[in-house]
């Protein structure tokens, strides 16, 4: 039994077969070996799914991606030396 369904991969390689400007295959690509990059420094596949889920949320709302690029843009806290003393 695989972990892969079937009609999932066939619906993936009509959409890259179909579409005549390549960007689909393309970022196909890309998000394979950048999955492969974030496997092998330690992000699980729960982790990378939530931050894939984010990904296309994002990119189906402006408002959202506007929050997140605003919330990205926020700089850390000074550090708080009383803190740690």
Do not use: H
């Not at 892969?4 to 070996?33: H, Q, S, Y």
């Not at 990904?55 to 991606?65: A, C, E, F, K, V």
């Amino acid at each position: 039994m695989s972990i892969f369904n079937e009609e999932t991969i066939k619906t993936i390689i009509d959409k890259a077969t179909k579409d005549r400007t390549g960007k689909i295959a393309e970022t196909m690509r890309e998000l394979l070996k950048l999955c492969e990059q974030a496997g092998k420094v330690g992000f699980t596949l729960e982790e990378l799914s939530i931050i894939g889920t984010t990904g296309w949320y994002i990119s189906q709302d402006p408002t959202l991606g506007k929050f997140f690029k605003d919330l990205m843009e926020v700089p850390p806290p000074p550090p708080d030396d009383e803190f740690y003393n």
